[in-house]
């Protein structure tokens, strides 16, 4: 049975907003990757990529398990350029990791990994974002998009975009936007099925 869903509204997105910043463990997990991003914030050394692939991947769950690899495989990419012009398709070619002669993907890590390193640019994927989004998308027809656009990088960013413009909330960051959406996403996905 679906639960009543919320009208982002600004006023429901400050509450939101205020409310992940006052859970200890997402405020304190931002902190410490804001630092390690600021302390490292190219990506040309192997080993402050790893540090970084690393923090993300553990703090976010994203079970990249192949975090050397996924290290030499953003070292190889050479993303930098990528992330100062905004580039959506260097998500899609971190998300891509050949592992033992398989291509695997890590779409959630390399949407966070990017968001990291331009959070005004690369709103972050994951499953309460996705169900929630699906929510607004049945309930308001904010968007038209077939569920398989969220799993495409440059796609996503424009359905957040658009989720932004519908519901008026452009004063909003991006990164504010990913609060509300993973808060509340988590809230709302309890107990919902698809």
Not at 68 to 86: C, G, P, R, T, V
Request: glycine share 2%.
């Amino acid at each position: 049975m679906e639960r009543h869903l919320l009208q982002p509204t600004i006023k429901i997105i400050c509450q939101y907003v205020k409310r992940f910043e006052e859970n200890t463990n997402a405020f304190e997990t931002d902190k410490a990757i804001s630092k390690l991003i600021g302390a490292f914030p190219l990506n040309t050394s192997v080993d402050e990529i790893l540090l970084k692939v690393a923090a993300i991947d553990r703090l976010y769950s994203t079970n990249v398990y192949a975090i050397y690899l996924m290290a030499q495989h953003i070292l190889e990419l050479n993303i930098d350029a990528n992330l100062s012009e905004h580039d959506p398709e260097i998500v899609m070619r971190i998300a891509e990791l050949q592992i033992q002669g398989k291509i695997r993907h890590f779409y959630s890590f390399a949407t966070k990994y990017c968001s990291w390193h331009n959070q005004n640019s690369y709103p972050i994927y994951d499953s309460y974002v996705d169900k929630l989004l699906r929510a607004y998308r049945k309930r308001d027809s904010f968007a038209e998009y077939s569920n398989e656009e969220l799993y495409d990088y440059p796609c996503f960013r424009k359905i957040i975009q658009k989720f932004q413009s519908f519901y008026e909330l452009e004063q909003f960051s991006l990164r504010d936007l990913d609060k509300f959406l993973w808060l509340y996403g988590k809230e709302y996905s309890v107990g919902v099925s698809n």
